[in-house]
Each structure stands twice: as C-alpha cells, then as structure tokens.
C-alpha cells in the first residue's frame, strides 16, 4: 500500500492541544521529531510521549495503528530532557524520575526509550538509588487507526475500544487492526483504558527493559535499504568536516525514503517526502534519481522502470505523457502540471543513467518510453517549438522550455548512439527553441536584462524573477564530458548568473524561489520567496559549469551553512529570509523532511565538487573540479561509475585526481 496524504497547503490537523484548526492554516511538522523507514513512520514531540493529539503516531503503509503511548514511573511522567534522532528512522528519547521517596532534588531513575520507525520501542529503566526501589510500571496505549490522510485534515475519529491481546492490545475496525505485544508480559492489562502495567524491583545500578512491539495484519515486505540495496555505501572526508557529516545524513534519508513499486516490488523509488507526501510523485522520484547518479545507476533504473508503468498509452492528446498532480506556481501563475516536467525529465535520466553506465539491455528496454514522451513532446509544441501547460491557452514557462530543450538535445543524443532514427530533427527543433526563447522570452533593461518567468498566451511576459531561472543553466550531459548547449546565449547566461548570485535572489542561506523585490514575495511561499533546496542545487551545479564558481559558491556555502542548523537533514524548503550576523535559518512549518529531492540536493550539491563527467559508452571520465576548492580538500570514496567503485580527491588547489575507477576507463579531458 502507498502512503498518500494531502499537500501541506491542503493539510489541517490537529494543534497538540486537540482542538480543532481554524480553516486552511498548515500544521507545523518543523518541530515534531519524525523516525521514518518507509513504509513506515512514528511522529512525536520531542518529549518522546504519543499523546495521541495531532500526527503524532506509529504508521504503517498509511495507516495510524499507535496515536497513543504515554509513560508512568512511579505514578509519574518522567521529566523530558532530550529526544534526538540517532538515524532516519530511529529515535532516542531521555527522561528522568525522581521517586517520592527520594532524598534531595537529584532524580534517582533515568528513562531511556528506543523508538524505531518500523514499530519498536523498547523502554530502558536504570536506577541510580542507593536502595533498591519497587516501581509501578504503566504504559497508556490507544488507537484510532486512521489513515494519515485523514489526520493531516483533521478527520480523525475517537480511540477505539482495545481488547487484551496475547501480551498486549489489539484494536480493529473497518478490515484494519493494529496489535502492540509487550516483553515481558504486563503483569495487568486493563482493556477498558488501554493500560499496561508492571511491577518491577530495580537494584541499586540495575536496570529493567520493556519492548513493545506494534505491528499489522498486513506486513509490509522488508526492503533492503543499505549493503545491497540500490544506494551505494558512498563516504566524503575533508578540510571541512561538513562535507561527511552532509552526505552521511542524506544517504540516510534517501534510504529511509525508499518504497517498492507495488506493481513490480522488484523495483524501488523514491517517495516524495515525509509526512505528506509518502507515495510516487514521478517528477521528484526523477529529479532524484538524476542528483544521485554518481551513487549508482540501480535507483534511476528502478525508477525509470516503476515510472513508466504509469505512462498514458491510450489515444488523444495525452499519450506519452506521464501524469502528475498540479503544483502550486507562486503568486504570478496559475499551477503547473508535474506530469508534464517528469515526461520531459524521462529521455534525460535515461541518457544520463546510460552515461553513468546503466547497462545497455535497460536502455534498450526503456527507450520505447523515452520515446513516446519526445512524441508527446512533439504533438504538444507550437510551431515555433514552445511548449505551453494545459491546453492552448496556458502559459509558457521559461522552466517548461528549459526541461523540454534539455529533453530534445540528450533525447537526439540518446537516439543518435542507440540507432534510433529521429535524432537530427530533435536538434533541429532545440535550435528553433533556442531561437524562440533567445528572441521571446529575454527581457531587456537598464540593469542588463532578465529572462521572463512564463509568456502568456496573449504573448504578455511574466517579468518576475524566480528561482526557477537556475534551470535555465542546468543543460545536462552529452558523451565526452561535455555539457549540452542551453536556451541562453553566452551574454543571457552571465546575466543570468549575476542575477542569481545578487542579494535578491540569494538569501545567504540558498536561492529564493521569487526575488526579494519582486511583488508578491513571501519568505515563506513555497514558490514565492522560500529557499527550495533542490532548486538551489540546479543552481550551483549549472553555475559551477558554466564557469562562474564565485556565485555557485556562495550558495553553496549558505546551504551548507543551513543543513547544520537542521541537523543536516535538509527539508524540501525553508523561509527565504535574509541571512544576518546573528540569525539562523528559519523553517518552514509544513515542509517535508526528509524529502527526496532535498536528501537528493546534498548529494548533487557535494559532488558538483568535484565534477565528475563520465561516458561509460565511450570509456572515459572526466573531472571538471570547482577550481577555486571552497572547502579545500575533499574526498570522496565508493561513488560508482560504470558499476565499479569510483573514488576522486579534490585538493586545496582545485585540482582533481581520480584513486579509484574501473579498469576500463580512460581518464577524458
């Protein structure tokens, strides 16, 4: 089962206090502490109880079987004083207690609970009394066994009655049921009030150990997530010791992200984020396998395969395309259609997965759906080869044309080197883009120009400045190392440049998805002013190659500079606040995290260090390093090019050297 729930926009739980949220105002997730191993999740506070008010709970494939796990010692709530993931999906929460009985302010009992995302706890009781101690154990358990959709809105129902189950309760309703067994056995089970009780006797220096476990009748099907799984066991070292912690922690939300395609469960992707957004959302499970090639070309494959399953083959205008929900657009346009920015994302991963070394047998099977979305492409385009959203009357967005550009050049590339005919009208049809946006969508003015946010279908163009103009630098990999040409001419590309490395547009902790001084700007706009992570990475990568590495380093550094403040688990977004002496990032309270595209970005932003271009079809690899080192030295080992380890040093000088690669390849230049 996928796990699915409203947008954050769309989203209206429960505040902690239990009373219901006035209409349309987001639930704040920032400051809940989320374990997630999908398909499953727990949510808490970072005290560590479930009180079974707003997200807070055990999930399974979507659905709440825990809302409620409250902790007495000694007639007590032990007193929180730290809860901290230890990994994405495993959590540890502290307490203390101090007895009636005891003597002075110091707290005799520590509590420590052990939670994991796939649904254990175990509940550790050390005792520090001189004396021993005999302790009343309870534990309040209770259920509503609501699906997480319908908690995000608010729609929960009450507990349901429990029944005592072998050592533990059981709750059911509606063909669902949810079980949480205790070792050892409580010694009382109350049904009636979902209460576990114990009697232990704690030695002075013992300790005494309760495990729960929460479990289904429909057991989701383990996924190996690390050693075998499709992410390899990548390491980064350095002068600045961020780099590894930044990519240790986005390997770990990338693994607790994964979910198996319940048509193929051969086949693995992405999910799009955690809370809201646990199921396949095509355009990000893309734009993530694409940023973590150099991990590997299993996850792009797996996606590539579980993504094309869904694409449209009956007639009309629609066949080819994948489908996708609309997204929001920010204050200027109306939403956009993610189906259409993953159909034109497919050819492209397909070619640069075959650049990294996907093996030919899995082009081959896949290019008869690159294909067809080049062919939707095609039909879709106007004669002057822009591409319009939703019908004849929507706008053109300067991001559409960049992605369908990018789509045409990899995707005659692509076909070119596979025997394909088709190839030389895809570049044909790029140049005639080219022309039409170099022409229709550039914006001049005194300060040098801009390119347009979208043209209308009257022709009006959009003048804002976004963040989705870094796409416009994102042109992608051809053979020989070679980046493809772009919409831009060379004067457009250094403006755009300039534009985005300017105090508008960078924040200081990352690229703003709207200029500060545009109209409408909202820090907190998911596409109005807030910082969106992946975005930024588009940036710094395209920045970086096309040679203007003061900008991309800028950005770089204030994400770097963020991820700390989050622990290093990036969300997908964070307000587009500007960056002060003494302030810090400020979260967005409804963004996901982990999400894929984020977890993603720390992987693409780090490797854009080193720029590592392989062509595994032609035997060779070439490094294009960011010359200026703005971290000094980094290593980074057990990347994979070609299925074969891949290891590069960038040293102080920017100077790149490969120490490990598969025997077949040639280093290009």
Same mark, same amino acid.
């Given at each position: 089962?996928?796990?699915?729930?409203?947008?954050?926009?769309?989203?209206?739980?429960?505040?902690?206090?239990?009373?219901? %949220?006035?209409?349309?105002?987001?639930?704040?997730?920032?400051?809940?502490?989320?374990?997630?191993?999908?398909?499953?999740?727990?949510?808490?506070?970072?005290?560590?109880?479930?009180?079974?008010?707003?997200?807070?709970?055990?999930?399974?494939?979507?659905?709440?079987?825990?809302?409620?796990?409250?902790?007495?010692?000694?007639?007590?709530?032990?007193?929180?004083?730290?809860?901290?993931?230890?990994?994405?999906?495993?959590?540890?929460?502290?307490?203390?207690?101090?007895?009636?009985?005891?003597?002075?302010?110091?707290?005799?009992?520590?509590?420590?609970?052990?939670?994991?995302?796939?649904?254990?706890?175990?509940?550790?009781?050390?005792?520090?009394?001189r004396r021993p101690l005999r302790l009343r154990v309870e534990i309040?358990?209770?259920?509503?066994?609501?699906?997480?959709?319908?908690?995000?809105?608010?729609?929960?129902?009450?507990?349901?009655?429990?029944?005592?189950?072998?050592?533990?309760?059981?709750?059911?309703?509606?063909?669902?049921?949810?079980?949480?067994?205790?070792?050892?056995?409580?010694?009382?089970?109350?049904?009636?009030?979902?209460?576990?009780?114990?009697?232990?006797?704690?030695?002075?220096?013992?300790?005494?150990?309760?495990?729960?476990?929460?479990?289904? !009748?429909?057991?989701? %099907?383990?996924?190996?997530?690390?050693?075998?799984?499709?992410?390899?066991?990548?390491?980064?070292?350095?002068?600045?010791?961020?780099?590894?912690?930044?990519?240790?922690?986005?390997?770990? !939300?990338?693994?607790?992200?994964?979910?198996?395609?319940?048509? @193929?469960?051969?086949?693995?992707?992405?999910?799009?984020?955690?809370?809201?957004?646990?199921?396949?959302?095509?355009?990000?499970?893309?734009?993530?396998?694409?940023?973590?090639?150099?991990?590997?070309?299993?996850?792009?494959?797996?996606?590539?395969?579980?993504?094309?399953?869904?694409?449209?083959?009956?007639?009309?205008?629609?066949?080819?395309?994948?489908?996708?929900?609309?997204?929001?657009?920010?204050?200027?346009?109306?939403?956009?259609?993610?189906?259409?920015?993953?159909?034109?994302?497919?050819?492209?991963?397909?070619?640069?997965?075959?650049?990294?070394?996907?093996?030919?047998?899995?082009?081959?099977?896949?290019?008869?759906?690159?294909?067809?979305?080049?062919?939707?492409? %095609?039909?879709?385009?106007?004669? !002057?080869?822009?591409?319009?959203?939703?019908?004849?009357?929507?706008?053109?967005?300067?991001?559409?044309?960049?992605?369908?550009?990018?789509?045409?050049?990899?995707?005659?590339?692509?076909?070119?080197?596979?025997?394909?005919?088709?190839?030389?009208?895809?570049?044909?049809?790029?140049?005639?883009?080219?022309?039409?946006?170099?022409?229709?969508?550039?914006?001049?003015?005194?300060?040098?120009?801009?390119?347009?946010?979208?043209?209308?279908?009257?022709?009006?163009?959009?003048?804002?400045?976004?963040?989705?103009?870094?796409?416009?630098?994102?042109?992608?990999?051809?053979?020989?190392?070679?980046?493809?040409?772009?919409?831009?001419?060379?004067?457009?590309?250094?403006?755009?440049?300039?534009?985005?490395?300017?105090?508008?547009?960078?924040?200081?902790?990352?690229?703003?998805?709207?200029?500060?001084?545009?109209?409408?700007? @909202?820090?907190?706009?998911?596409?109005?002013?807030?910082?969106?992570?992946?975005?930024?990475?588009?940036?710094?990568?395209?920045?970086?190659?096309?040679?203007?590495?003061?900008?991309?380093?800028?950005?770089?550094?204030?994400?770097?500079?963020?991820?700390?403040?989050?622990? @290093?688990?990036?969300?997908?977004?964070?307000?587009?606040?500007?960056?002060?002496?003494?302030?810090?990032?400020?979260?967005?309270?409804?963004?996901?995290?982990?999400?894929?595209?984020?977890?993603?970005?720390?992987?693409?932003?780090?490797?854009?260090?080193?720029?590592?271009?392989?062509?595994?079809?032609?035997?060779?690899?070439?490094?294009?390093?960011?010359?200026?080192?703005?971290?000094?030295?980094?290593?980074?080992?057990?990347?994979?090019?070609?299925?074969?380890?891949?290891?590069?040093?960038?040293?102080?000088?920017?100077?790149?050297?490969?120490e490990e690669a598969a025997g077949a390849l040639q280093l290009g230049?």
């Amino acid at each position: 089962m996928t796990l699915t729930a409203p947008s954050p926009a769309a989203a209206a739980g429960r505040p902690p206090g239990g009373g219901p %949220r006035p209409p349309g105002e987001l639930p704040s997730v920032h400051a809940l502490l989320i374990c997630a191993d999908l398909p499953g999740l727990a949510i808490c506070a970072e005290h560590g109880q479930l009180t079974g008010h707003g997200l807070e709970g055990f999930y399974q494939s979507g659905r709440r079987l825990l809302s409620r796990c409250h902790l007495r010692v000694a007639g007590r709530e032990p007193v929180a004083v730290q809860g901290r993931l230890l990994s994405a999906g495993r959590a540890r929460f502290l307490g203390v207690v101090r007895t009636p009985a005891g003597a002075g302010p110091d707290p005799e009992i520590a509590v420590e609970r052990l939670r994991h995302a796939e649904g254990t706890e175990r509940i550790i009781l050390r005792s520090s009394a001189r004396r021993p101690l005999r302790l009343r154990v309870e534990i309040g358990l209770g259920t509503d066994l609501a699906d997480l959709g319908a908690v995000s809105a608010g729609r929960q129902g009450p507990e349901l009655p429990a029944s005592v189950h072998a050592s533990g309760m059981r709750w059911s309703a509606g063909g669902a049921q949810s079980v949480v067994t205790a070792d050892p056995p409580p010694q009382d089970a109350i049904a009636s009030a979902g209460l576990l009780r114990w009697e232990f006797e704690l030695l002075p220096g013992g300790s005494r150990t309760i495990e729960l476990r929460i479990r289904t !009748d429909r057991g989701a %099907r383990p996924l190996a997530k690390a050693g075998t799984g499709p992410l390899c066991e990548a390491m980064a070292e350095g002068d600045d010791p961020r780099v590894g912690e930044l990519l240790r922690a986005s390997l770990d !939300d990338l693994r607790a992200l994964l979910m198996r395609d319940p048509r @193929n469960p051969a086949d693995v992707y992405l999910a799009a984020g955690v809370p809201w957004r646990c199921g396949l959302a095509p355009a990000e499970a893309l734009w993530a396998a694409r940023m973590t090639l150099p991990l590997g070309t299993r996850l792009a494959v797996s996606t590539l395969r579980a993504v094309a399953r869904t694409q449209l083959t009956g007639r009309g205008p629609d066949q080819g395309r994948l489908p996708g929900p609309l997204r929001d657009a920010g204050p200027h346009l109306p939403p956009s259609c993610t189906g259409v920015e993953a159909t034109l994302a497919f050819p492209v991963v397909l070619a640069e997965a075959r650049r990294w070394g996907l093996a030919e047998q899995d082009v081959e099977e896949l290019l008869p759906v690159a294909e067809r979305c080049l062919l939707w492409l %095609r039909r879709s385009a106007d004669d !002057d080869g822009g591409l319009r959203e939703r019908g004849p009357d929507g706008p053109r967005r300067s991001e559409t044309q960049a992605h369908a550009h990018r789509a045409a050049v990899l995707g005659a590339d692509l076909l070119a080197e596979c025997g394909r005919p088709g190839a030389e009208g895809w570049r044909e049809w790029a140049g005639l883009l080219r022309r039409t946006f170099r022409e229709g969508f550039w914006i001049d003015d005194l300060a040098g120009g801009r390119p347009a946010a979208a043209s209308t279908a009257g022709g009006r163009l959009v003048p804002h400045l976004t963040g989705a103009a870094a796409h416009l630098l994102d042109t992608g990999l051809l053979g020989a190392g070679r980046q493809a040409p772009g919409l831009l001419d060379k004067v457009q590309t250094e403006q755009v440049a300039r534009l985005l490395g300017g105090p508008a547009m960078d924040s200081g902790w990352g690229l703003r998805s709207l200029g500060a001084k545009e109209s409408g700007h @909202n820090p907190f706009g998911h596409r109005g002013g807030a910082v969106r992570v992946h975005e930024t990475a588009v940036a710094v990568a395209g920045l970086a190659a096309a040679g203007y590495e003061r900008e991309a380093t800028a950005l770089l550094r204030g994400v770097l500079d963020a991820a700390g403040a989050f622990g @290093n688990r990036l969300p997908e977004m964070y307000a587009g606040e500007q960056r002060t002496a003494d302030s810090r990032p400020v979260p967005h309270p409804a963004a996901c995290r982990p999400a894929a595209v984020a977890a993603a970005a720390g992987i693409h932003l780090l490797t854009t260090l080193a720029g590592i271009r392989p062509d595994v079809p032609a035997g060779t690899v070439a490094l294009f390093p960011v010359r200026s080192a703005p971290l000094g030295a980094v290593q980074f080992s057990g990347l994979r090019v070609a299925g074969e380890p891949f290891s590069v040093r960038i040293s102080r000088l920017g100077l790149g050297m490969i120490e490990e690669a598969a025997g077949a390849l040639q280093l290009g230049v």
